[in-house]
């Protein structure tokens, strides 16, 4: 892989200049939180933290129109926009791969291959906080999936990883900005950033083991307990990476002539998700909800991976108002104390 | 190609079967000729209206008689109260198939029972009709269908004219007759299986679908008979949106109905906990 | 003979006339409100004040900005709360925005029709189609600044007391000033519309005007201060002075008169009034069109409101100025823990006054009084003197001539419900 | 054949029938393709007489008359769809109890001659209810969204999960989580979480979502620090009869 630098001065300069590839987003500051947003450059916020919603929001928005349907024929609708998202930290590049798999193989979806192939992503390094827990699911440094990777090892320039084809033509777009020569001790700094880095994760989770305790405590009552505190508000859903669950409704926009087609996230934490006809609920419970949604962050995902689909990105904790979420989840399992409303004593 | 675009299809015949299930023959537009429908028994279709939705059904016919497709729909909702209320010669949309149907290359030179109660009969006539139309690869087959009431019961004029056949034994019964015109049994579908005589257990493949509560039973009595648990097909139902494994609502712990199913063995069943 | 028209159609709310005449004598004309009664006023009692203020603007779709702005201002007067002055400018945008969307529903798609002889303004469309669409352009225009500044065009949430939750961004404030220029051609047609029409004078006679006084003493919608066309000055918190309020049994809204005769409050009130006040073209129309039949006519309020969207959409580009000129307050919530007070401001269709008692941060009285309310009285009194002229010689459209009336007044009954005074102490 | 359509109102503030007219752009399509037989807020003309595809009605059940009006318009509707949180729910109004005592309180022992009034209920109290568009005011998106469905012959279609999925959507900070009492996960969404787009807490009036966990959200609220008035308070305004607070 190429590896280059790029003066730290120069690069809201770099990222403006690529506009003229297509919109540049990043993560902005909201609140106490961060979006990624289609902002200047120079509004981007290099400390950020997660942002509220992954970066699946790019390739299934929360929803769009699938076909139109006029004059008796479907017509397929595409989002055609080019963009670069800069910014994404490697939990998320990680959760873009899974979504790969998921979406690329075995029946291309054409609305995700299109927008991911006009889509270049800028990956950029971080330091953990509190909440996450990448070193656990090992998501937290990552070799593939970016056409752009910043790395700020805390000197002057950036190290740049240029991870495929479209990244290198996004570097040759202002060549002069970078910089070739990767010194002996560019590398002892980026070698010494990683172990720093490594040393400030704050978690205590350990997810060895995960899958075979998943499988055996199926029956146990700390599922119900659980789910008694569980809102059902499905927000866990909405905001991981790798959840891609969705609903398929049709809208009669008699107002306009045609009919549409629509896809919108949808979340297992719901109690429709599940209903058949006749009233058939496999998932009555809300317990029920939690195993299937607990099954797929921490055992396997899909049979053809066979991987736990948690990245460790940390949103869960940030989004669940009653603490229900994957450290804490797995902490439960295996019996270590919880702070968390359903792991108070009495009730 | 988009997985998800639909192709048009017309309605050409309509049966009634009971009051609330009809059965539609469908031909896909494909210029003139009779045209090779390409599936296997067990696999169903996406069928939507524009405006309405779409949702999954099986096939019910089978793939040795090319030109239609066959369905058998039961009128529960928006998407097929309104296909209840189309006219022959009315367009509907259809992909498909999806799933991954009965392993009939497998079930070759087995002998089958065939164990459908309800709405079950929709895939597995699919199944009776293919081994019927190749009957020299199978061994002995056994159909065994329970329904309410004679009225209830799908296909019951085909499936009576079944009884006279000397190739397979038809065993068709019903909870209760007040017609006391039902030349079949009476009682509940476990109960046929004091019927089936003379099958070789380890050479039989048992393919059963029907309501939730029928598996459990149904089950147990193809335990008895000692057939292998990876032998006992069963197609399954689940909530679907995409039909090819996207929308996640058919996920049963890590698979899902629409790929890996919606026909599971026994076995599979075991080892899953949400399975039925 | 007996007229009774209900439902009274076109009107917010459920109402109707009953005229019973006998030989060419009028026996009997009320106004009959038979909305149902929700008692909104009791349900708010015990209730945090950011409850209250969720709760009371349910009492009315139509007016349920102007609902939320004389309640916040009751709590806040109740509390001694000080409002930043960028989220008073707010809210006399988004008070624009409601008088953009409610006098141009009434004017053109309810109004109107009565006077082009339809009975909509779908079936008036099809020959008047710029006008009928003109009046949902402004109309749609007055929904998205509420919807900019409030969150949503009814009952929205995002004005607070003391504060809110959000200030609009800079671009919708900007978009908001370019199309209030754009929209000004607009309305003038609208008004050159209705002069070119016959103002029928069979109810005419003498009546009271009460409205607010402006805080910065130009025409506008919020004050603190009552003025009446006699030129009588009272202070809001008297509001009782001149509302009066009283029971009668037709009708499940409570009436009111001035010093024991009835009056009109609304855009006829403010503009013989205030009207030399308006400044711009708004003023140019009033001093054009204004006669002293405005003081005797309630159909002239049509066009009374038409002038106020004029005025309306003229106030708004200096306004949103102003708004952007100034930084964005910190938002914080404060608190009302003890106090009592009134908020009064003129919404649509006449003066609304919300008055409040908080004891430890809960709140231990309300009352409300509305506009419909407060015309009531007077609705009846030209309803009594229609049906009194028009008796003799009984027109074909009787009906008709007397549904007008009320229909000036653009009613909003369901708003109009309420009670008169609850004290419960805990 | 153009469907035949009713829009009635009983006991509200009308703001689902003015959300109606307020889809301005869509409002002249919208009544070219139904035949509108009664509209008393926007027309005069009201014909009762003919049966009714879909009938739309607002408001709770608050007087005789509008009980009377409810059962005439049920009988002649093939479709009848409650609009708005006081046609589904009650509305504000049903939120307190002693009714007898507060109407005293407000009209004295005046003696109606209209017709009596009689405590708020939900239209299904009383009649069959086919279909619901709720909210409080309903959202003029979910409204053309059931129109279009009604209009090819079939039940709309709404969301029926909580506000907070659309909070997340919008990419909104969580209030709840920073310590307001936001009642998104108890509130059935539809609305596009306005109110937390602009940094309010919920308040609900969107009625309880179908599988509300009031006690899970109650107890979390307790813990920081509200008391049991308070939240009950809260949770009872657009909570109708169905939201129990203990
Ligand atoms: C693999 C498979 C094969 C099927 N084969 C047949 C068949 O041959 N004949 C037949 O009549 N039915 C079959 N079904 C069931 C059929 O898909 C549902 O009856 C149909 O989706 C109901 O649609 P609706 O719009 O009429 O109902 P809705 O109005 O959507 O809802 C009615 C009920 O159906 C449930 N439901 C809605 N969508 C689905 C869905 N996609 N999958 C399952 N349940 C749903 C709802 O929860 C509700 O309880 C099959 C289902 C699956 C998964
Ligand atoms: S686990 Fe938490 S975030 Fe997920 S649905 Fe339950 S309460 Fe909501
Ligand atoms: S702010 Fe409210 S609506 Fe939004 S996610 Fe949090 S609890 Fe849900
Ligand atoms: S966020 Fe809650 S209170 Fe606000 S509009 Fe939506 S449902 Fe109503």
Known sequence: MRVIKLDKTKLVEYLRSLEEWGEVWGPVRKGEKFVFAKKDPSEFDLTARRTILPPKKFFVPPRFTMFSYRDGRWEEEFDESRRIIFGLHPCDIFGILILDRLFMEHYPDPYYIKRRKNTAILGFSCLPDEKCFCIATNTHSVEEGFDLFFSDVEGEFYLVWVGSSLGDDLTRIREDLFDEDVTEEDIERYIEWRRKRDKMFKTDLDLTGMPEIVEISYKRPIWEKIGEACLSCGSCSMVCPTCNCYNVVDENVFYEERIKRDRHWDSCMFKEYSLVAGGHNFREKRSDRLKLFYTHKLTGFMSQFGKPACVGCGRCVDACPVGINVPNVAKALKGEKVDAIWARGEE | MNPYEMQRARIVRIYRLTDDVKFFQVRPYMGTEVCELNYRPGQFMMISLPGIGEAPFSISSTPSRPGLYEFCIRKVGRLTEKIFELKENAVIWLRGPYGNGFPVEQMEGHDLLIIMGGLGAAPLRSLLLYALDNRELFGKIYLLHGARTPDDMLFREEFLELMHRDDLVCLLTVDRDDTGRWPAYTGVVTELFRYVKGIDPKNTYAAVCGPPVMYKFVVEKLVELQIPKNQILMTLERRMKCGIGKCGHCAIEYIYTCLDGPVFTYWDVLHMKELI | MKINIMPLARVEGEGGIYVEMEDERVKEVRMDIYEGPRLIETVVLGKRPDDVISIVTRICSICSTSHRLASVRGFERAGGVEVPEKIRLLRKLVHYGEYIESHSLHYYLLALPDFFGYPDAISMAEKYGDLVLGGLELKKFGNFIMETINGKAIHGENIRIGYMGRIPEKDALEHIKSRALALIPVIEDGIMAFPAMEIPDYMEEETNFICLVPEDDGFGFIGNTIITSKGERFDVEEYKKVTNERVVPHSFAKRSSYAGSPFTVGALARVNILGERLPGKAGDFFRRLWSERWKRNPLFNNLAQAIEILFCLEQIPPLVDRILSLPDPELKEPEVKEGEGTGAVEAPRGTLYHHYKVENGRTVECDIITPTAQNLDDMEKYLRRAAENLVKNPPEDFELRLELIPRAYDPCISCSVHMLRVKVKK | ?246
């Not at chain 4, 009762?48 to 007087?63: H, P, R, Y």
């Not at chain 4, 405590?119 to 568009?133: C, K, N, S, W, Y």
């Not at chain 4, 919008?170 to 059935?188: A, S, V």
């Open chain 4, 1 to 246: 054949m153009k469907p035949k359509v009713g829009f009635y109102e009983l006991t509200g503030c009308a703001g689902d029938m003015l959300n109606m007219l307020n889809c301005e752009d869509q409002l002249l399509s919208l009544f070219d393709v139904v035949e509108v037989k009664s509209f008393a807020m926007a027309s005069s003309a009201h014909d009762e007489d003919t049966e009714l595809d879909i009938a739309f009605v607002e408001g709770s059940v608050s007087t005789e008359e509008n009980l009377h009006l409810l059962k005439r318009v049920r009988e002649k509707s093939k479709i009848l769809v409650a609009v708005g949180h006081c046609a589904i729910f009650g509305g504000v109004q049903i939120s307190e109890n002693n009714w007898e005592e507060r109407l005293k309180k407000v009209y004295g022992d005046v003696n109606f001659i209209h017709t009596r009034p009689i405590p708020h209920e939900p239209l299904g109290m009383f009649v069959r209810v086919d279909a619901v568009i709720p909210g409080c005011p309903i959202n003029k998106h979910q409204f053309l969204s059931a129109a279009g469905k009604l209009l090819l012959g079939t039940m709309p279609e709404l969301y029926s999960f909580a506000v907070c999925a659309e909070c997340k959507w919008k990419e909104n900070e969580c209030l709840l989580m920073k310590g307001k009492i936001c009642l998104g996960p108890i509130t059935r969404g539809g609305c596009g979480a306005i109110c937390p787009t602009h940094n309010i807490p919920c308040i609900g009036c969107f009625g309880p979502v179908e599988e509300e966990n009031v006690s899970s959200e109650y107890k979390l609220l307790l813990e920081k620090g509200y008391s049991p008035e308070e939240l009950r308070n809260r949770m009872k305004i657009f909570g109708g009869k169905v939201r129990e607070v203990k």
